[in-house]
C-alpha cells in the first residue's frame, strides 16, 4: 500500500523559509512523477511544484524562483524548499505522487502539512 507521509509545515514570517518533507513508501516506479500541491481556505487546490524520475521539474508560476523541489531517490522522500515566504502561500500542503512523467492525474496524497506566513 502506497503511503506518503508529509513534515516540515509550521508558522514563518513573511520572507522566511521552510523544507517540507514527503517520505513516500509502499510503491516502486520505474518512472514515477511526484508533486507538491497546495490549498488555501476558499480555494481551490492547485499544483506547486513537481518532479519526476528523470529529474525534470514543473513549477507553477507563483512561486517559481521561490521554491525549489527535489527528491532522495536513496530515502525515498521528496522535498519542497520554500524561500522568501509570502502571505499568499499559506495553505495546507499535500505530498503527491503517480507512476509515470509528469504531468498527469495523481493517484496517490499525503494527508498534508499546514504552513502559515504572517505580515
Known amino acids: 500500500q502506497v503511503q506518503l507521509v508529509e513534515s516540515g509545515g509550521g508558522s514563518v514570517q513573511s520572507g522566511g523559509s521552510l523544507r517540507l518533507s514527503c517520505a513516500a513508501s509502499?510503491?516502486?516506479?520505474?518512472?514515477?512523477?511526484m508533486g507538491w500541491f497546495r490549498q488555501a481556505p476558499g480555494k481551490e487546490r492547485e499544483g506547486v511544484a513537481a518532479?519526476?524520475?528523470?529529474?525534470?521539474?514543473l513549477y507553477a508560476d507563483s512561486v517559481k524562483g521561490r521554491f525549489i523541489i527535489s527528491q532522495d531517490n536513496a530515502k525515498n522522500t521528496l522535498y519542497l524548499q520554500m524561500n522568501s515566504l509570502k502571505p499568499e502561500d499559506t495553505a495546507m500542503y499535500y505530498c503527491?505522487?503517480?507512476?509515470?512523467?509528469?504531468?498527469?492525474?495523481?493517484?496517490?496524497w499525503g494527508q498534508g502539512t499546514q504552513v502559515t506566513v504572517s505580515s
Open positions: 518532479i519526476d524520475s528523470d529529474g525534470r521539474t
Open positions: 509502499g510503491y516502486t516506479y520505474s518512472t514515477a512523477c
Open positions: 503527491a505522487a503517480r507512476a509515470g512523467y509528469c504531468p498527469g492525474d495523481f493517484r496517490y
